[in-house]
Structure formats: C-alpha cells, structure tokens
C-alpha cells in the first residue's frame, strides 16, 4: 500500500493510473467497521481502492472537537494496509488549505435544515472538502454511508449539479448487535453514556415499525419516539424527525419513501442515525 500525503503526489501517482476503475472512500480516520464496509463494497466493484483520511478543519465549528477528534494514525494505516487498499491519501492541512485558500462550495437548500441547523458551517466544509477530493483522485465511485444521510443527499447533488463524473454509492449504515450505529466518536462515551445512547436507535426502530404498522399521523409518531428516546435517560435530543427521503423536507402524514432523522447529545458528545422507511401499500 502506497502512503501519499502531497497533491503533487498524488496527481503524479493518478496520471500513471489513467486507466484503472477507481473506488474512493473518503474518511477522517479513526477508522472502524462501518468505514471498512465501504472499502470492502470499493474493492468488489473496482481495481484499484483509495482512501483518504483528513481530519476536515473546515467542516467543524469554533466549539467542536476538532482538536480532541482521534487521529490513531499508526492502527489506521495498519487497518488499510490488511483491508487491501492500494493508496491512502493523508493530506498535510497546510497544503490542501494554504493561507490564501479563498474558494468553497455551496449546496443550498438541502444543507439547511436539520444538521445544517445544528452546525452552520458544516455542510460547506463538507462539500468544499470533497469537491477537491473528488477532483484529485477523480474516482469512478465514491462510497458514502447511510449513517450521514443528509450528506449522502447533500454529495449525491453536488456531483449532479458540478457534473462531476463520480458515481457516488451509498453503504448501508453498521451497528453493534444492540443497535448502536458505529462512530469515531462512541470511543468517548462512558459505560453509562453507550447504554443511554441506544434510545436513539431505538427510537427510530420504533417509529419504523409503527410505520410498517399503518400509522400516518407523524405528530403520534414522533411523540411516541421521542418518549422512547428519553425514558430512563439523560440524552437530550436535538430533533428526531419524519422526512421525505429525497429532499429531507419534513411530512405531517407518513408517504411514500421516509427517512427517520435522529440527533441527540450526551454531555459533549454528539450522536446522529438514520433509518429509512416505506409506506407500506393500502390494501
Ligand atoms: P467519517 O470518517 O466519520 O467522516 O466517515 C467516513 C465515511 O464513513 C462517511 O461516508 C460515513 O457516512 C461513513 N460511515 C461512518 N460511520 C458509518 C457506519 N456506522 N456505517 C456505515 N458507514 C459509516
């Protein structure tokens, strides 16, 4: 496995490789099973996998973890090096934002609500990010998990409005065996915090299988779900929410294809998930 961490280098190493398929899976490290799931999909549709892993400065906000997120650099590049990727791109911060860096990019509507509410700034940091990744590595697919939908959304059109000529895959989202959804994060929950944020998962569940059940009123959904969410535990929930699965505009009756959204907090730790839902038919 090839380690570049210059842009010179790696559009050196890119124009040698003009004509193979490449798969894409950009990561800020701390790298975990839901990360080696979208490796793993990249290596089965492409000949050659590269992952990137940059700890995005810009797309955190004056008072998140940017300093204290994990960089466990060493086990990371052993954990590729086993996972069969070919390259990893570590690009050095000062390089890739020099001083006079000026430019970004914008996805309008779908960037607004939800996580955008949350954190201003993120979205643009996001896309200014993977914009540039996607023009250095110029990858056929690039992987993206379910676990950040609105990103997911919020990629999916950027490349259709740039014309960008990246696929870009969705990777179903990994979860303990009790439901959690992997994160760089959960390493920072205590024993107490990890029991507390499973009512988020269970939450959505929950409103998933009252979905499947008929029910349509979502105001009923949501109270529902969010008693779940907070029984017996100190989360504090951000939104929990009931949203058209394309432009994530939110529904007052459950239709056609939905995505739960979930944010919640406990102490400084910030956790999202997702689930995804039909209607299910009249008969
Ligand atoms: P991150 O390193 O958190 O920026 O995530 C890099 C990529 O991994 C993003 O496309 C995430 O959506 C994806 N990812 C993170 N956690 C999971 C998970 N539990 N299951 C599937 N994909 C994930």
Known sequence: MRIIRSIRGLQGWRRK???????FVPTMGALHE?????IRQARKHCSTVIVSIFVNPLQFGPSEDFSKYPRPVKSDQQWCRESGVDLLFCPLSEEFYPQ?????VSVNRLSQRWEGE???THFDGVTTVVTKL??????????FGQKDYQQLLVIKQLVQD????????RCSTIRESDGLALSSRNRYLSENQRRQALGLSAALRHGVQLIKLGKQGVRGIQREMKKIATKSTGMDIEYLTICDANNLEPLTLAKGNMVLLGAARLGDIRLIDNMLVKAPKKS
């Open 17 to 23: 490789h003009e004509n193979q398929i490449i798969g």
């Open 34 to 38: 839901g990360h080696f799931s979208l």
């Open 100 to 104: 006079d860096f000026q430019s970004a």
């Open 118 to 120: 949350a954190r201003p």
């Open 134 to 143: 996607l023009n250095l590595v110029r990858p056929s697919q690039a992987y």
């Open 162 to 169: 740039l014309n960008i000529d990246t696929k870009i895959v």
